[in-house]
Structures are given as C-alpha cells and as structure tokens.
C-alpha cells in the first residue's frame, strides 16, 4: 500500500473494527471471546459518551485504563469522533500523571479505579471514571468524516533518558504499519490469535493486539493482570496463540524459569520481539527451550512502528533485520552524510508514517524530524553487505574511554555470552575525572567480578572491560520494559 493508495476521507474506527464480519471474534477475555459486532457497539457508546461530554473534533484524550475491552472500545470511540488518543501506564505515581495531565492538556481523562484516585490527586480535574454507565447510551455513531493527513494518535517516547515526549501521528500511519509490517513481514492471517506481553498503553503491543488483527478479521487478547512468566504460561495454554508480542527482558525470564520445558508452545508460529536489543545468546536460547521462530525488529513512536525487521525463516541471529516495505533506511553519520557498510552510525528512516513532530518541542523536533517524513534516530546501527541491521546502542549513551568512544551494547553484548550472566546493562561513571565503564550483573550463578572482567579483556579491546562490576538482583525498566539508563546512571559511585 502507498500513501496515494488511502483514500483522503478515512477514519480508524471504520476501517479496522466496521468492517469487520459483526459474527467473528475480536478480543478473548477471561469473560469470554467478543465479537467484531459486539465491540462496535461499545465503540459507538463510547463515542457518544466522549460526544456528550464535549469532546470535539481534534480533542486530545487521555487513557489511563488497564488492558480490558473498554480499552480498546473508548480508543476507537475517540477515533471515531476524530479525536485524538494518548495512553499512559496504569501503574505510575502521582507526579508522572501529574506530568502527562499538565503535558496533553486534554479534554477529558478516561481512567478505571486502578487509576482514579492517582490522576485526582495529579489535578485531573476532567477525569472520567470508565465503568459500565459509560456505555449506556445509543450504540449508533457516525463516523467524523476524518482524513488520512488528520493527526489521530500520540505515542510517547519511553522518557528513558529524559521527559517523555509526544510524537504526533496522523490517521495514515497505522494503516500504512499494517500493511507494511503485519501484512508485508508477519503475514497476519485471519485465523491467527495474538498474545502481548507488554500492556495495550505501549503502541508496539495495542497495534499487534487491537489494530494489526483487526485489519483481517483476526483476533487479539486482552488480559488486566501483570505479564509474567507464569500468566503468559497459563495464557497459552487456555488460548492457544499464533503470535506472542514479546521482549527480549521477558523472553529472559520464561526461558530461565523452571517450568519452561513443560510448556506446550505448538500453537505459536511465531514470537516478535522488540522494545529493545535481542542477543543472539538469548535468541539461541529461546530457540533451544521453546523452539518458536523469533522475529525480532526495531521500531520507535516517531516512526509509529517497526520499521526495521527479520523475516519469518529468515533472520539473522543478533541482527535487527532488513528494513521493512516502504521504509527507507541509512546509516548516516554526525553531518547526516552515509556512512560504508560496517561502520557505526545514526540510524536514519524515511517513510510515510513518521511523526509530524513532537509536540512543544520545535528544537528537538527540528533535530529529530529533519526533512518531511523522515526521522534521524538516536540509534546507532551498523549495516552487513545483505542489507541486515545490527544495533549498536544510543548515541547518548556512548562513552568515551581512553579517549576513545564505546558503545555499551558491545560490552554488553560481550558479557551476556559468559554462561553466567543473565542480564547485564553498562553506563559510564567518574573516576579522577575519567569516564570509566561500570557493569549491572544479574547473574544465574556464583561468579566473580574478576572473572566477568577477565572475559571481557579476552574478546574486546582491553579498554572496554568494565572497571566496576556491580552484581544485582534486578536491572530497572521503564513503564514500557526497557533498560532504564538513567536510573542506574543515578546510582551511588
């Protein structure tokens, strides 16, 4: 699908729950599977409820709501009336919701009673608590006669190394993402039934759940507990997906949990993986305990979705894959010229879903939005002669040591190959005015600092072997399940 290819008068809504056989089943709960029918009458309710509350044309909304089917239906009945969507965590503090009430400014809160009493208390003064009142009224809706070019979603950068910021989307992108990625790399069928691990706030997990399925009658499921291995097991169990919406952290501890080999995964065709670097010892692993093909990729909120992936039977361990359909990608360096197969640089897409800009930000929108429908990463990347992407770590997160730059993903990746290390996450600290590399060990075993230097010393240049080696239980996430860098940046020297 092109761009000259979507009609101009285009609304979500209608495209990817109307059109759908009423009869056929949508979402799986733990209530029981709804029908395409079902919630497009909760869709036209809840667009009615948003009407009657003022919200108007071009109106932001913000969701906070756990994973349930009145998630889904209050999106699309924003969509509906041409609003404009926003999701955030459920499980964030009072100063977080403080910061995104204050941020969007939007014209109403929806939020359920894990969230109420936190968004008060932020100054949420246009809060909607969601329950079944909210879908009382007339299941008949219009659709606002929206276009293809109107902006339609927010998705938030993850704020993993500063303030989270609105990459502004218009309706065009997550059309164009299904055709391009759920139709043009995972052959979305269907029949086909989707798990996600990471909750429906995270657009990776709400598109591969409740929008990429939709757009062929397929199915996706919607479950309010927290993910883990455990949950997932029982999920697969009683459902039986085709495709699990994972990430590398997760994939870790199913495959390091103790039940693994009694699981039944012959339902799955395929697991995406995404979020965040996949290591190719954790890809074999996978691999070795659950034997489910992995098709790991990368995308961003700038460009809507993933824009550089694997195919199914044909990925490269430890790679990124080749760039989607549609997309055009370069390896760019500091003045945005190319850089030659093999050598690191910034990561540079183009493509008709990227972000319009991000929102009070005309700086740093500037930097990152650098000509129409194109985004210049703060990914660093390098590019094999077959055209396959490897990740190479954040540009903000180089370190210079001995005067030389070192991008932590190689340390790490150096570590994660010692059959020791479970995870691992490397920033820079002082010494004497030094930057030095220090390493967060999340071991499997007894195993010495020493011996994890030592390793490194024998596969990387000596100036990368880590100076401190701190070994603890967990490594800290942000909301969306990525290393969070400036938590551990902040840890005492």
């Not at 990347?381 to 991008?407: E, H, I, P």
Request: charged share 20%; aromatic share 10%; glycine share 8%.
């Amino acid at each position: 699908m092109r761009y000259e290819d979507i009609p101009r008068s285009f609304n979500l809504a209608t495209q990817f729950v109307d059109r759908n056989p009423p009869s056929r089943t949508a979402l799986l709960t733990s209530s029981g599977p709804v029908t395409y029918g079902a919630l497009a009458s909760l869709v036209n309710q809840a667009g009615n409820a948003l009407l009657a509350l003022g919200v108007q044309r071009g109106d932001r909304v913000l969701i906070a709501m756990n994973d349930s089917v009145e998630f889904v239906a209050v999106w699309y009945g924003a969509q509906k009336i041409g609003a404009v969507t926003a999701e955030v965590y459920t499980y964030l503090q009072v100063k977080d919701y403080k910061y995104f009430v204050d941020y969007v400014s939007p014209r109403v809160v929806l939020a359920d009673e894990s969230t109420a009493d936190k968004l008060r208390s932020a100054g949420a003064e246009n809060l909607v608590v969601v329950d079944s009142s909210f879908f009382s009224g007339s299941d008949v809706l219009a659709a606002a006669p929206t276009s293809k070019d109107d902006v339609a979603i927010w998705k938030f950068t993850t704020g993993s190394t500063g303030a989270p910021k609105a990459c502004v989307l218009t309706a065009r992108s997550p059309l164009l993402s299904f055709s391009w990625y759920a139709q043009g790399v995972l052959d979305i069928q269907p029949d086909d039934v989707v798990l996600p691990v990471p909750k429906l706030f995270f657009g990776y997990a709400r598109d591969l759940t409740a929008l990429f399925p939709f757009g062929v009658g397929a199915a996706g499921i919607v479950f309010a507990e927290r993910s883990t291995p455990e949950k997932l097991f029982e999920l697969i169990a009683r459902y039986r997906p085709t495709i699990l919406v994972n990430v590398p952290t997760m994939m870790s501890a199913m495959v390091a949990h103790p039940e693994a080999s009694e699981q039944d995964f012959s339902s799955l065709r395929l697991c995406t993986s995404a979020g965040e670097a996949l290591p190719a010892s954790l890809h074999a692993r996978w691999m070795d305990t659950f034997g489910v093909e992995v098709v790991d990729g990368i995308g961003s909120s700038e460009a809507y979705h993933i824009y550089l992936s694997n195919r199914p039977g044909q990925a490269k361990r430890g790679s990124l894959g080749q760039v989607v359909p549609g997309y055009r990608a370069r390896v760019v360096d500091l003045d945005g010229a190319p850089v030659p197969d093999g050598e690191v640089g910034r990561l540079e897409i183009v493509g008709e879903t990227i972000a319009l800009e991000y929102f009070q930000a005309p700086e740093k929108s500037a930097e990152t939005f650098p000509a129409p429908h194109t985004v210049v990463s703060g990914d660093l990347v390098t590019r094999d002669a077959d055209g396959f992407f490897y990740y190479q770590g954040r540009a903000d997160d180089l370190l210079k040591v001995g005067g030389v730059w070192v991008a932590p993903a190689e340390i790490e990746n150096c570590l994660l190959a010692h059959p020791s290390v479970v995870e691992c996450a490397v920033v820079g600290y002082q010494e004497d005015g030094l930057t030095r590399p220090r390493a967060f060990v999340v071991s499997s075993g007894s195993v010495e600092a020493s011996e994890l230097q030592d390793f490194v010393r024998s596969k990387l240049a000596p100036h990368k072997y880590p100076r401190d080696v701190r070994f603890v239980d967990a490594l800290p996430k942000t909301a969306s399940g990525k290393l969070d860098r400036k938590a551990l940046k902040g840890e005492d020297a």
